[in-house]
C-alpha cells in the first residue's frame, strides 16, 4: 500500500502555471506507475498524466499535451505534474494515483490515491 500526498493547488488565472507535487510514503516507489488524473464537478475522474517507474517516457491526456510535464523523483519518492498555460477547463480536484501496472490510463489500474488538491483558474 501507499500512502501519498498531494500539494500545490490554488487559484490562478487564465495563461498561469502551477506544479503540484506527490509525496509517497512506501519502500517500493520505484515498483510503481504513477499517475495524475482529475475529476471536476459532476464529472468523471479523468487521467491528465502517468510516469512509468524509470521516469523516461511520459503519457498525457490530448488535452494537456504540450501544456503539462509529468516527471519523478524515485530517490525522495516524489511525483510532479507542472502544469502551464492554464484554462478554465482545467479547474478540478488533481489527484495522485500509484498502479503496479507497466503504465496505464484507466483508474480502475491505479490502486493507491491520494486526497486530491483543488485546482481553479479563473478567466
Known amino acids: 500500500q501507499v500512502q501519498l500526498v498531494e500539494s500545490g493547488g490554488g487559484l490562478v488565472q487564465v495563461g498561469d502555471s502551477l506544479r503540484l507535487s506527490c509525496a509517497a510514503s512506501?519502500?517500493?516507489?520505484?515498483?510503481?506507475?504513477m499517475g495524475w488524473f482529475r475529476q471536476a464537478p459532476s464529472e468523471e475522474r479523468e487521467f491528465v498524466a502517468a510516469?512509468?517507474?524509470?521516469?523516461?517516457?511520459?503519457y498525457y491526456a490530448d488535452s494537456v499535451k504540450g501544456r503539462f510535464l509529468i516527471s519523478r523523483d524515485n530517490a525522495n519518492k516524489m511525483v510532479y505534474l507542472q502544469m502551464n498555460n492554464l484554462k478554465p477547463e482545467d479547474t478540478a480536484v488533481y489527484y495522485c494515483a500509484a498502479s503496479l501496472a507497466a503504465w496505464s490510463t484507466d483508474p480502475n489500474e491505479y490502486t493507491d490515491w491520494g486526497q486530491g488538491t483543488q485546482v481553479t483558474v479563473s478567466s
Open positions: 510516469v512509468p517507474w524509470s521516469g523516461t517516457i511520459q
Open positions: 512506501t519502500n517500493t516507489f520505484g515498483a510503481y506507475c
